[in-house]
């Protein structure tokens, strides 16, 4: 009899330290008293709302991550001016750029697509710091070409452009690259498939002048990525992203009082 006291004591302090052990146990015996079938149901419905938000989560990171379209090239490629027709339509007097600019681009389509367009500066002491700085948020790269002296800078371009292809994130990402074969109002100007022709055997110059140089300062041609097929001549199809030649002229064949020549770079830009 001298025991009970100390025992109810203890059930006492069991029941105080433990408060939820009782809805515990009767939602053990609940799940115990349900139909299998139920449970599996159960299971599967959580399962499907995991996957689902981890999914979502997903596109919308990515959606956030490549929102950007870039205008990259040479200096007096005409990116800044493209640029302004682009946002509004207008001829816009323009200088070298030494810093970018960005706006909210509306792309001409059904879905009614916005991206920020990023126009990066041209100029070799900058380019290098402002692709690093925006090539992640890249969904598209439209690289400006001068048509009209394009013979002379097919070096500088070609070098720009695997300077470009080259990189790891770019190359991983794999942003739709949109060459613009800009001023195409002067009669000089080059048509967008000798500017490829020409791109292709410049650049497969480049990769093997590259990958010797490499070789002889480690040993290894791997330090960086290889552009195209190993083995076989360079060409822009070979690359994993979506690659796309076209003419175009943001001055436009009446000057400054015309509207520009932008229909098929607006076009592409539609369907990113």
């Given at each position: 009899m001298a025991t009970e006291p100390g025992i109810n004591m203890e059930a006492k302090i069991d029941a105080r330290e433990n408060p939820f052990e009782p809805y515990l146990d009767a939602l053990k015996k609940v799940l115990e008293d349900q139909d299998p079938i139920f449970m599996i149901g159960i299971v599967v419905s959580l399962a499907v709302v995991v996957i689902t938000v981890?999914?979502?989560?997903?596109l919308l990171s990515r959606k956030t991550v490549q929102s950007a379209v870039l205008l990259v090239g040479l200096c007096d490629s005409g990116k800044t001016l493209l640029f302004s027709r682009l946002l509004s339509g207008k001829f816009k007097k323009t200088q070298t750029s030494i810093t970018d600019s960005s706006a909210p681009y509306k792309a001409k389509n059904e879905r009614g697509s916005s991206w920020i367009l990023i126009d990066l500066p041209g100029h070799d002491s900058l380019r290098p710091q402002y692709v690093e700085k925006f090539k992640s948020a890249a969904r598209a790269m439209v690289f400006v070409v001068d048509s009209a002296i394009f013979q002379k800078e097919v070096r500088d371009v070609a070098e720009f452009l695997y300077f470009l292809l080259t990189d790891s994130v770019v190359s991983r990402n794999v942003p739709s690259l949109?060459?613009?074969?800009?001023?195409?109002?002067i009669t000089m100007a080059k048509s967008a498939k000798l500017i490829r022709q020409q791109l292709e055997k410049e650049m497969n110059t480049l990769r093997v002048t590259r990958s010797a140089a490499l070789s002889a300062q480690d040993g290894s041609a791997g330090a960086s990525v290889h552009l195209g097929k190993k083995g076989k001549d360079f060409e822009f199809s070979q690359l994993p992203m979506k690659v796309e030649f076209l003419e175009?002229?943001?001055?436009?064949?009446?000057?400054?009082?015309g509207e520009a020549d932008i229909?098929?770079?607006?076009?592409?830009l539609a369907l990113l």
């Open positions: 981890v999914f979502l989560k997903y949109i060459v613009a074969c800009n001023k195409q109002d175009c002229s943001a001055r436009g064949s009446k000057g400054e009082d229909a098929s770079l607006e076009k592409s």
